[in-house]
């Protein structure tokens, strides 16, 4: 007999950690099968997935192609060490140069996105001989040692001082940040861009390899800058001779709508890309760094002192290749544009009947509503970096009763279901947070 509910969280509650949690608290939902946009728990019980998991099964669980190439591809090849050449990492990296955006055109293959991260900031420093890595506050970029000093939210201060060469800058927030509290958003995304330029001045810009920003804001709270913000990034950039390194992990394949968060901004030039997650939506662990020719062609002659045993694993390479066929056979970029809109109006809908709405962020299917107890003074609900508030705690849970899966934090729900969703599957999720935001209404200001 299979294990209920209740056994395997103790099982797994017993012999293995949780993380980003005191293991007391952990109250895990379990998960036996998965299909769609949809998965079961060990009593049977259904939820919709309205996470993507950690917004990274872009492509939906259980999708046959995916599978038949990863079975198809251990029938010959599982494994073989990174220096070997085989043709399922030979076809993604040829891929993901057709996919990316200017002159993006050769791959680090990684294990995931934090390591994605370090080997980014790493062939920036190597190439450019500089030691400075500029990241912005209210950003994640991963948890290992490095990519979490890089990041500029609360999840990085278990690791201070952490590496000592990341120096952080304030970002854009219209909602909450005081740089727009007086102006229009384009005019507070210049004073940010006038702020990043002073702290590059001060830091000195010969000893700054590299910005590095997500392309799209992700799990702080889909922050996003607009035209204004990113021109003068790339202003920056090139006034000082700076890389510019794009985080895609979240933000890429599909997410909002585009292939990539930046392609939102066209004129902007990555020297540098990361990505993981959608890559393979998770259904093998991948990650990969993306750089120009012109990086590329320094590594000709340069030694990238970088590797990794299962980099370029050729299981998630044949993963990532499907997956790649699926974005484009199922025009899953389109769908996510499209449902976009349609979750858009239906947030925008429960806003204005919910008093505790407070904003609604994000684009395509990655978007977030943010809740708060006034909308006039903004107060939050839960707070940033608080624990949650009991009415943060029965929203999460009604949600979850009500059999949605979804990522809560701090004041946020995310709202960010796999790009094969359809319009009857987002109503289905809106009618579940329309119910979860009454308990919230109770405690905001009428
Ligand atoms: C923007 C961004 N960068 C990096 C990472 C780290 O990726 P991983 O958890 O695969 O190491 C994440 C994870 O959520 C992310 O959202």
């Known amino acids: 007999m299979s294990p209920s509910h209740a056994e395997l969280v103790d099982r797994n509650k017993t012999y293995t950690f949780a993380s980003w949690t005191s293991q007391k608290a952990w109250n895990p939902i379990s998960m036996v099968r998965a299909e769609g ?39 010959s090849v599982c494994y073989a060490y990174p220096s070997i050449a085989t043709e399922p990492r030979a076809r993604l990296g040829q891929l993901l140069r057709e996919i990316t955006p200017h002159d993006l055109s050769k791959s680090f293959f990684t294990l995931g996105g934090a390591d994605a991260i370090e080997n980014a900031m790493k062939i920036a420093r190597l190439y450019k001989g500089r030691q400075k890595i500029v990241t912005r506050y209210r950003s994640y970029h991963g948890a290992t040692f490095g990519a979490m000093t ?47 330029e002073e702290t590059v001045q001060f830091e000195g810009p010969e000893n700054i ?64 890309m990361a990505m993981a997650k959608g890559l393979t939506s998770g259904y093998v662990p991948l990650g990969a760094v993306v750089v120009t020719g012109e990086i590329a062609g320094f590594f000709d002659d340069n030694v990238l002192w ?18 790649i066929e699926v974005y484009r056979n199922e025009k899953l970029i389109e769908n ?51 624990p949650a508030s009991e009415p943060m705690r029965r929203v999460a849970a009604s949600l979850r009763e009500q059999g949605m899966s979804t990522f809560v934090n701090w004041d946020c729900v995310f709202c960010t279901p796999p790009l094969i969703v359809t319009q009857e599957q987002i109503d289905h999720g809106l009618d579940m947070l329309d119910h979860a935001l009454a308990i919230a209404d109770e405690y905001a200001k009428a």
């Open 306 to 323: 970088g590797g990794l045993t299962y980099g370029a694993h050729a299981l998630a390479c044949a993963a990532g290749v499907a997956n």
């Open 336 to 386: 996510s544009r499209e449902m976009g809109k349609t979750l858009r109006r239906g947030l925008m809908n429960l806003a204005e009947k919910h008093t505790s709405v407070g904003d609604v962020r994000g684009t395509g299917l990655h978007q977030v509503i943010e809740l708060v107890k006034d909308r006039e003074t903004r107060q939050p609900l839960s707070g940033w970096n608080k």
């Open 150 to 196: 890089a990041g500029g939210d609360p999840r990085r201060l278990a690791n201070e001082p952490g590496v000592p060469w990341i120096v952080r800058v304030h970002g854009p927030y219209p909602y909450r940040s005081p740089i727009y509290r007086t102006g229009t958003q384009e005019e507070g995304d210049q004073i940010v861009v006038d702020l990043i």
């Open 37 to 75: 946009v949809y998965f079961w728990d060990a009593d049977g019980k259904r939820y919709l997935d309205w996470s993507s998991q950690l917004v990274n099964v872009n492509i939906g669980h259980g999708n046959p192609h995916v599978i038949q190439a990863i079975q198809k591809q251990a029938e």
């Open 209 to 272: 390899a590299a910005i590095l920003l997500e392309g799209y804001s992700g799990s702080s709270g889909i922050m996003q800058g607009g035209d204004v913000f990113w021109r003068g990034v790339e202003r920056i950039c090139e006034t000082y001779d700076i890389l510019l390194i794009v985080d895609e992990v979240m933000s890429g394949f599909g997410r909002t709508g585009e292939w990539f968060g930046i392609n939102h901004y066209p004129f902007v030039k990555p020297d540098i």
